[in-house]
């Protein structure tokens, strides 16, 4: 993960629209599981219907 220390490739996945975070496993485990719920919130309070 060295290579996401180095500010070049960090501006080039920002600028990608990409969020750089560091941490464990558990970590971005946990992320996940909230940006799932979050998302979830989203549809349903959109109305979106899966094709």
Not at 25 to 41: H, L, M, N, T, Y
Request: hydrophobic share 45%.
């Amino acid at each position: 993960m060295k290579a996401l220390a180095l500010e070049g490739v960090r501006s080039k996945l920002a600028a990608a629209g990409l969020e750089v975070a560091g941490g464990t496993p558990q970590e971005f485990a946990a992320r996940s599981r909230e940006e799932i719920v979050d998302k979830g919130k989203l549809v349903a309070v959109s109305g979106a219907k899966p094709d």
